[in-house]
């Protein structure tokens, strides 16, 4: 076992099957995965293990035919026997195309006809009997391994047990098979195909190679040792979870699985010290905490109150003497020492006090979070200013990342010295970055060497397209030639398709999209991300997207909280009856103004000039990728009705703006 992670030979791993091999050497009997039996118990996987039934695996595909380069599909959600799959496909130099079990049969069917899967795996039965009845579509896939629960009648497969077996088998017929295949195993042989959840259209297949993934383990700069303990709550096949579960791995961390569901609990069952999250699970766990102070005693609430303000200006001093405020401080000399001093000040009037409070207050509330976490990183879309604020004064540090899935994922991450709120903190080492002006192409940052005499000339604060060239940048999209060169120059450079700016201490702010940019009838370009981040923390408020290209205003759909309505004593008794109560929409769109009236940045041009409230929530799959991320292109043709008729002002839809008025 490694004791000091300097000098990890792990890290020198070429591919995959490298590394899972040196893991099973170096970490042995550790626990590298763990599964809930019950309450109070989990069965462990050790690394020694997960490496033997996986190479058994990797002999069953290898004597069903599998042969380097074939791809291998796998529906299935976080579970053990996910990563078991995704060793054997490795060890047999195949290409894991995974997907969630709430894949829907149309990107089913696109996903496993283009990508040619010759083999596939699938998590329950129930994905099973989906598979077999869209099977003849694909003359390729020539078997099906269930991965748990017994195989239906009438139905055809393997289960993981029987291709272990089979595997078992053909290696002792063959002994050395996984080693040669190793050895024969290029750095950039693509190691998984990730089909795109479809935000702007058709899936596109992601190839990320060995050494994509290999780089980042190399170079996100976490530290995490085999004494940290990882909750595992993100879809397994985003690459987002899968680069950190390959990170942990490499570090001898021990990853267990858990639900939304039992998310709390495991919190405090668990109490992780490190997680990967998004920013929807940070505004449930802080819609909770903040539902739960309310109800408190008030003397109670009181404490929390006092604590909280406490903590926040104690931060606020400490933020700005670290020089990790998003805006320079004050250019003339004299007033930028005045306001170091008077923070130093304050920084040490409060530290007493500060520190009495955290410890007998804000410690109970950081239970909430198992009492452990040092920290968390939060990707797959903005994490709201509020949320990122909040969690920041109750002393729970989320660094949050960005990163896209051409990427591996990870281009920047806030570090230790520079956690600047409002940004994703600088680019990772090996990564290069410019900032590209949309309309000319022209680089507004980094900036020629000799244009340093301002601020403007050095690109700081310049909004452009965020380009990228390093290790982890994808080989391309999947039999899309045309569609790679569109996004990836010959240099090498990736265009995100995101609007960002670098901040005077070399971080990065995300301002949008370029392709969701919505631009007026007056020709203002408005970003709808921000806006719905806001508007997404109004109580009643469940999701909401923002529309209005080509139009004069901006409008909403909204999807109303209906918990929160039936929680206030309204009437509706479903979420179709509430759509269409005119009390419900007027105190829906009122709560929208006076949150956009408290927001100081929010000019005339991004009010929401009316709202139509939708019957039905938006879900994963459908409206949302697994991420929560909004398909725009999927909403606007599901509800082009609605968008008709709130764009034609229809006195139904306006009644509450005009009330107001």
Not at 118 to 141: M, Q, S
Request: with cysteine; glycine share 8%.
């Amino acid at each position: 076992m490694l004791s000091d992670m300097e000098g990890n030979p792990i890290l020198t791993a070429r591919h995959l099957p490298e590394m899972y091999r040196l893991c099973a050497e170096h970490f042995g009997g550790l626990p590298a995965f763990a599964t809930r039996l019950s309450a109070d118990s989990w069965l462990p996987l050790s690394f020694r293990d997960l490496y033997a039934r996986g190479a058994k695996v990797a002999g069953g595909l290898m004597a069903l035919g599998v042969q380097p380069g074939d791809a291998i599909g796998l529906i299935s959600n976080n579970r053990v026997e996910w990563m078991l799959a995704e060793v054997g496909i490795q060890l047999c130099g195949a290409v894991n195309t995974p997907r969630g079990t709430d894949v829907t049969d149309e990107e089913w069917r696109y996903i496993f006809r283009h990508a040619q899967v010759k083999v596939a795996f699938a998590e329950t039965p129930r994905e099973l009997e989906r598979l077999n009845r869209l099977r003849p579509e694909w003359p390729a896939l020539r078997d099906v391994v269930l991965l748990t629960g017994d195989v239906p009648p009438g139905n055809t497969a393997l289960t993981l047990e029987a291709l272990g077996a089979m595997g078992a088998t053909y290696l002792a017929a063959h002994p050395g098979a996984c080693a040669h295949r190793e050895a024969a195993l290029a750095p950039t042989a693509i190691f998984t195909l990730i089909y795109t959840s479809g935000t702007t259209g058709q899936p596109k297949g992601v190839m990320l190679t060995h050494a994509n993934m290999m780089s980042q383990i190399k170079q996100v700069p976490l530290e995490l040792d085999c004494t940290d303990r990882v909750l595992s709550i993100l879809p397994i096949w985003h690459v987002f979870e899968r680069m950190f579960e390959v990170y942990t791995m490499s570090r001898g961390v021990c990853t267990y699985y858990t639900s939304r569901r039992m998310l709390a609990t495991d919190l405090q069952e668990v109490e992780p010290t490190f997680m990967g999250s998004a920013p929807r699970l940070w505004e449930s766990l802080h819609d909770r905490i903040v539902h739960t102070i309310r109800q408190a005693h008030p003397v109670r609430r009181a404490l929390f109150h006092i604590a909280y303000h406490l903590s926040r200006w104690y931060r606020a001093s400490l933020t700005f003497l670290r020089g990790e405020t998003p805006t320079p401080p004050p250019s003339r000399r004299g007033y930028r020492w005045a306001l170091l001093g008077a923070h130093a000040l304050r920084w040490a009037v409060l530290l007493p006090g500060y520190g009495f409070f955290n410890a007998a207050v804000l410690e109970a509330v950081r239970l909430k979070a198992g009492g452990c976490l040092k920290a968390t990183i939060s990707g797959g879309g903005a994490l709201p200013p509020v949320i990122d604020e909040f969690f920041t004064n109750i002393g729970i540090t989320v660094l949050e990342g960005y990163g896209l899935t051409e990427t591996s994922p990870v281009l920047a991450v806030r570090v230790e010295g520079k956690r600047v709120r409002g940004t994703v903190g600088p680019v990772i080492p090996g990564t290069e970055m410019r900032i590209v002006d949309v309309d000319s192409g022209q680089v507004r940052y980094p900036p020629p060497p000799d244009a340093y005499a301002s601020t403007e000339a050095n690109g700081i604060g310049i909004k452009g397209e965020i380009q990228v060239r390093g290790p982890q940048v994808m080989k391309g999209y999947y039999k899309e030639p045309a569609l790679t060169r569109t996004v990836l120059s010959e240099e090498g450079w990736f265009r995100t398709g995101d609007l960002g700016a670098v901040t005077w201490n070399g971080c990065l702010r995300i301002l949008g999209r370029c392709k969701s940019t919505i631009v007026l009838r007056n020709g203002e370009n408005v970003e709808p991300e921000p806006i719905e981040a806001r508007l997404g923390l109004c109580t009643h408020v469940e999701h909401v997207a923002v529309v209005g290209q080509d139009c004069k205003h901006l409008y909403a759909l909204v999807v109303p909280d209906f918990e929160q309505f039936k929680k206030e004593g309204h009437p509706a008794h479903n979420r179709a009856a509430l759509s269409r109560d005119p009390q419900a929409h007027r105190v829906v769109f009122d709560e929208i103004r006076a949150s956009q009236a408290n927001h100081q940045s929010a000019g005339r041009p991004q009010a929401i000039h009316a709202i139509h409230l939708l019957a039905e929530p938006f879900t994963p799959g459908e409206e949302l990728t697994n991420l929560f991320k909004l398909k725009r292109h999927v909403i606007e043709t599901k509800y082009r009705a609605e968008l008709a008729t709130l764009f034609a002002g229809a006195p139904g839809h306006r009644r509450s703006h005009q009330e107001r008025a």
